[in-house]
Protein backbone atom coordinates (compact mmCIF):
# COMPACT_ATOMS: atom_id res chain seq x y z
CA UNK A 1 0.00 0.00 0.00
CA UNK A 2 2.62 2.16 -0.06
CA UNK A 3 3.85 5.86 0.09
CA UNK A 4 0.65 7.72 -0.47
CA UNK A 5 -1.34 4.49 -1.39
CA UNK A 6 -0.52 1.08 -1.05
CA UNK A 7 1.84 -1.30 -3.41
CA UNK A 8 0.17 -3.69 -5.03
CA UNK A 9 2.15 -6.66 -4.10
CA UNK A 10 2.52 -10.76 -3.46
CA UNK A 11 3.08 -13.16 -1.06
CA UNK A 12 2.38 -16.41 0.33
CA UNK A 13 2.32 -17.86 3.57
CA UNK A 14 2.05 -21.31 4.98
CA UNK A 15 -1.92 -21.50 6.04
CA UNK A 16 -3.91 -20.46 8.56
CA UNK A 17 -1.67 -21.20 11.12
CA UNK A 18 -0.24 -18.10 11.18
CA UNK A 19 -3.43 -16.20 10.96
CA UNK A 20 -3.86 -12.30 10.95
CA UNK A 21 -0.01 -12.80 11.85
CA UNK A 22 0.90 -13.12 8.39
CA UNK A 23 -1.87 -11.46 6.61
CA UNK A 24 -1.16 -8.37 8.58
CA UNK A 25 2.20 -7.84 10.02
CA UNK A 26 3.71 -11.03 11.17
CA UNK A 27 6.83 -10.47 9.21
CA UNK A 28 8.81 -8.66 11.22
CA UNK A 29 8.01 -4.98 10.86
CA UNK A 30 11.32 -3.35 9.48
CA UNK A 31 12.20 -0.43 12.21
CA UNK A 32 10.18 3.22 11.96
CA UNK A 33 13.80 4.59 11.59
CA UNK A 34 14.24 2.04 8.23
CA UNK A 35 14.04 2.38 4.98
CA UNK A 36 12.00 5.32 4.22
CA UNK A 37 10.09 6.07 0.54
CA UNK A 38 9.28 9.48 -0.52
CA UNK A 39 6.04 10.58 -2.46
CA UNK A 40 4.78 13.30 -3.54
CA UNK A 41 0.68 12.87 -4.42
CA UNK A 42 0.05 9.40 -5.57
CA UNK A 43 3.58 8.99 -7.28
CA UNK A 44 6.44 7.01 -5.23
CA UNK A 45 9.81 7.21 -5.67
CA UNK A 46 12.60 5.80 -3.12
CA UNK A 47 15.40 8.71 -2.15
CA UNK A 48 18.35 6.49 -2.51
CA UNK A 49 20.71 9.68 -2.22
CA UNK A 50 19.41 10.90 1.26
CA UNK A 51 20.00 7.34 2.77
CA UNK A 52 17.95 6.85 6.08
CA UNK A 53 16.86 9.36 8.05
CA UNK A 54 17.42 9.10 11.82
CA UNK A 55 15.61 10.37 14.87
CA UNK A 56 16.78 13.73 16.17
CA UNK A 57 15.31 12.74 19.29
CA UNK A 58 13.64 10.42 21.71
CA UNK A 59 10.16 9.98 20.68
CA UNK A 60 8.11 11.45 23.15
CA UNK A 61 5.60 9.12 25.05
CA UNK A 62 1.84 9.57 23.83
CA UNK A 63 -0.25 10.10 26.64
CA UNK A 64 -3.59 7.13 26.57
CA UNK A 65 -5.08 8.12 29.90
CA UNK A 66 -6.92 11.41 28.60
CA UNK A 67 -10.48 12.43 27.77
CA UNK A 68 -12.31 11.03 25.49
CA UNK A 69 -11.96 12.89 22.22
CA UNK A 70 -14.37 15.67 20.90
CA UNK A 71 -14.59 15.30 17.35
CA UNK A 72 -15.31 18.32 15.84
CA UNK A 73 -15.06 16.53 11.95
CA UNK A 74 -16.27 13.55 10.49
CA UNK A 75 -17.49 10.31 12.11
CA UNK A 76 -18.37 7.46 10.11
CA UNK A 77 -19.95 4.76 11.85
CA UNK A 78 -18.59 1.26 10.04
CA UNK A 79 -15.38 0.65 8.08
CA UNK A 80 -18.16 0.44 4.70
CA UNK A 81 -17.89 3.85 4.82
CA UNK A 82 -14.24 4.59 4.66
CA UNK A 83 -14.13 2.78 0.84
CA UNK A 84 -15.58 3.71 -2.67
CA UNK A 85 -16.76 0.72 -4.71
CA UNK A 86 -13.98 0.66 -6.82
CA UNK A 87 -11.16 0.43 -4.07
CA UNK A 88 -13.01 -2.52 -2.89
CA UNK A 89 -13.17 -3.97 -6.20
CA UNK A 90 -9.35 -2.99 -6.54
CA UNK A 91 -8.68 -5.76 -3.44
CA UNK A 92 -9.58 -8.78 -5.32
CA UNK A 93 -9.41 -11.94 -2.96
CA UNK A 94 -9.01 -9.81 0.00
CA UNK A 95 -11.97 -8.73 2.00
CA UNK A 96 -13.42 -6.45 4.47
CA UNK A 97 -13.09 -7.80 7.99
CA UNK A 98 -13.38 -11.59 7.36
CA UNK A 99 -14.75 -13.54 10.24
CA UNK A 100 -11.56 -14.85 11.16
CA UNK A 101 -9.70 -12.38 12.34
CA UNK A 102 -11.91 -11.35 15.08
CA UNK A 103 -10.03 -14.46 16.59
CA UNK A 104 -6.30 -13.79 15.70
CA UNK A 105 -3.92 -11.61 18.11
CA UNK A 106 -4.97 -8.27 18.40
CA UNK A 107 -1.95 -6.42 18.39
CA UNK A 108 -1.63 -7.83 14.80
CA UNK A 109 -5.04 -5.57 13.89
CA UNK A 110 -3.20 -2.29 14.78
CA UNK A 111 -2.00 0.17 12.44
CA UNK A 112 1.37 0.64 13.85
CA UNK A 113 4.31 -1.72 14.92
CA UNK A 114 5.37 1.50 17.69
CA UNK A 115 4.39 0.79 21.35
CA UNK A 116 3.41 4.45 22.40
CA UNK A 117 0.84 4.05 19.40
CA UNK A 118 0.17 1.02 19.93
CA UNK A 119 -0.87 1.57 23.36
CA UNK A 120 -2.81 4.87 22.45
CA UNK A 121 -4.91 2.64 20.33
CA UNK A 122 -5.58 -0.14 22.33
CA UNK A 123 -6.85 2.72 24.74
CA UNK A 124 -9.31 4.08 22.37
CA UNK A 125 -12.37 3.40 23.19
CA UNK A 126 -13.50 5.63 19.96
CA UNK A 127 -12.15 3.77 17.10
CA UNK A 128 -12.70 1.13 13.88
CA UNK A 129 -10.95 -1.54 13.62
CA UNK A 130 -10.90 -2.13 9.56
CA UNK A 131 -8.81 -5.02 7.84
CA UNK A 132 -8.17 -6.22 4.59
CA UNK A 133 -7.30 -9.82 4.59
CA UNK A 134 -8.13 -13.23 2.48
CA UNK A 135 -11.27 -14.63 3.64
CA UNK A 136 -10.28 -18.16 4.23
CA UNK A 137 -7.18 -17.10 6.56
CA UNK A 138 -3.95 -16.35 6.49
CA UNK A 139 -2.32 -15.65 3.33
CA UNK A 140 0.80 -13.26 3.48
CA UNK A 141 -0.60 -10.31 2.16
CA UNK A 142 -3.02 -7.99 4.47
CA UNK A 143 -3.90 -4.38 4.90
CA UNK A 144 -4.86 -2.87 8.77
CA UNK A 145 -6.32 0.44 9.65
CA UNK A 146 -7.35 1.78 12.17
CA UNK A 147 -9.47 4.98 12.70
CA UNK A 148 -9.22 6.40 16.13
CA UNK A 149 -10.51 9.63 17.22
CA UNK A 150 -8.09 11.71 18.67
CA UNK A 151 -8.10 15.11 20.89
CA UNK A 152 -5.85 17.68 19.25
CA UNK A 153 -3.05 17.03 22.13
CA UNK A 154 -3.16 13.41 21.44
CA UNK A 155 -3.02 14.35 17.78
CA UNK A 156 0.17 16.32 17.92
CA UNK A 157 1.54 13.95 20.48
CA UNK A 158 1.52 11.16 17.32
CA UNK A 159 3.13 13.39 14.68
CA UNK A 160 5.47 14.52 17.01
CA UNK A 161 6.61 10.88 17.75
CA UNK A 162 6.08 9.62 13.89
CA UNK A 163 8.50 12.49 13.13
CA UNK A 164 10.91 11.07 15.92
CA UNK A 165 10.98 7.72 14.70
CA UNK A 166 11.93 8.97 11.39
CA UNK A 167 8.79 8.60 9.25
CA UNK A 168 8.41 10.70 6.34
CA UNK A 169 6.44 13.32 7.27
CA UNK A 170 4.35 16.41 4.56
CA UNK A 171 1.55 18.13 4.34
CA UNK A 172 -1.21 16.59 2.04
CA UNK A 173 -4.93 16.94 1.48
CA UNK A 174 -5.59 19.36 4.70
CA UNK A 175 -3.62 17.07 6.74
CA UNK A 176 -0.33 15.51 7.89
CA UNK A 177 0.64 12.49 6.28
CA UNK A 178 3.84 10.45 7.61
CA UNK A 179 4.62 7.10 6.03
CA UNK A 180 7.98 4.30 6.22
CA UNK A 181 8.48 1.55 3.95
CA UNK A 182 10.61 -1.44 3.26
CA UNK A 183 11.11 -4.85 2.25
CA UNK A 184 9.90 -7.68 3.90
CA UNK A 185 10.35 -11.85 2.95
CA UNK A 186 8.71 -11.84 -0.40
CA UNK A 187 7.40 -8.12 -0.99
CA UNK A 188 7.16 -4.94 1.12
CA UNK A 189 5.90 -3.96 4.40
CA UNK A 190 5.26 -0.43 5.61
CA UNK A 191 3.39 1.83 7.37
CA UNK A 192 0.70 5.02 6.26
CA UNK A 193 -0.38 7.79 9.28
CA UNK A 194 -3.06 10.41 7.99
CA UNK A 195 -3.67 13.17 10.99
CA UNK A 196 -6.69 15.71 10.07
CA UNK A 197 -9.22 17.51 12.69
CA UNK A 198 -9.82 14.80 15.39
CA UNK A 199 -8.81 11.45 13.00
CA UNK A 200 -6.28 9.47 13.08
CA UNK A 201 -5.82 6.97 9.67
CA UNK A 202 -3.15 4.73 10.93
CA UNK A 203 -2.19 2.02 8.14
CA UNK A 204 0.29 -1.25 8.41
CA UNK A 205 0.25 -3.27 5.07
CA UNK A 206 2.47 -6.31 3.83
CA UNK A 207 1.73 -7.11 0.11
CA UNK A 208 -0.82 -5.98 -0.53
CA UNK A 209 -2.69 -2.63 -1.08
CA UNK A 210 -3.92 -0.61 -4.35
CA UNK A 211 -2.64 2.71 -5.21
CA UNK A 212 -4.50 5.41 -4.05
CA UNK A 213 -5.42 3.70 -0.94
CA UNK A 214 -5.65 6.07 1.48
CA UNK A 215 -6.68 9.06 -0.37
CA UNK A 216 -9.81 7.08 -1.61
CA UNK A 217 -10.20 7.08 2.56
CA UNK A 218 -10.10 10.24 2.79
CA UNK A 219 -12.39 11.81 0.12
CA UNK A 220 -14.70 9.56 1.92
CA UNK A 221 -14.72 10.13 5.13
CA UNK A 222 -14.15 14.22 4.23
CA UNK A 223 -16.76 13.98 1.05
CA UNK A 224 -17.96 17.45 1.08
CA UNK A 225 -15.55 19.30 2.97
Request: glycine share 12%.
Amino acid sequence: MGAESPVSGSGESRGRGRGLLAAIGVLVLVPLVGIIVYLSGEARTPDTAAGRPQPTSTPTPVAVATPAPTTSGPHPSSCDALYSPAMVLAFGDLVLNPAWVKDEDPSMRRGTSDPELSALIDGSKDKLTCDWANANGGSGSGVSTNLVWVTPEQSAAVQARLVAAGLNCYEELGGMRCIVEGPAEGGTIGESHFLRDSIWLATRYVNAGPDGYTHDMIANIWAGA
